[in-house]
């Protein structure tokens, strides 16, 4: 086999779980997210003599990836990337350099699930349906700012409760 294409597999596989990460944070349907990341592939092989290798290569193959999240957002036209150019750049540098999967995502989901009713759906409307905090206030007859301080509160208490956990965790 091909020396190059073993060396473009072998950095690819250790780079999957960064560039999927970045990839998911901008493209929200899962097949889409396959095909996104699918072509990422395919483009990172083509383009693998071009790569050099005194950089990082993690950072580049989540370089290609924008790319192929800009060109799928392109052709799907509905779709466009929520954050603008400089949020981008910040989440692939973030991707590029920050492991994939931090232990206190998962103090996270336990975190959550310890909220009282109320702020649970509080952050259900945020964060899952992705309402505004003015949206959030016409639904539940609240006014945005009242929401928005809720909403800070609870962050609050879920940055703690992450922190607290991690701490006996040994984190």
């Known amino acids: ?8 597999t072998r950095l690819w596989t250790l780079a999957v779980p960064h560039v999927s990460a970045f990839v998911t944070s901008l493209v929200r349907d899962f097949q889409d997210r396959d095909d996104v990341l699918q072509e990422t592939a395919v483009a990172v092989l083509n383009a693998f003599g071009r790569y050099d290798p005194a950089q990082p290569f993690v950072a580049w193959a989540i370089g290609i990836a924008r790319n192929q ?13 929520a954050f603008d150019s400089d949020a981008v750049d910040a989440l692939a540098h973030a991707f590029a350099v920050v492991p994939p999967h931090d232990p206190r995502l998962d103090h996270l989901g336990r975190c959550v699930e310890a909220l009282d009713p109320q702020a649970k759906e509080l952050c259900r409307l945020r964060y899952e349906l992705d309402l505004k905090p003015a949206r959030i206030g016409e639904r539940t007859g609240t006014a945005a700012s009242a929401v928005a301080k809720a ?16 701490l006996e965790a040994g984190a």
């Open 1 to 8: 086999m091909n020396p190059a294409v073993v060396e473009a």
């Open 69 to 81: 999240v800009r060109l799928h957002c392109r052709r799907k036209n509905r779709e466009r990337i």
């Open 151 to 166: 909403l800070q509160r609870v962050r609050d208490r879920l940055r703690a409760c992450v922190e607290r956990k991690a």
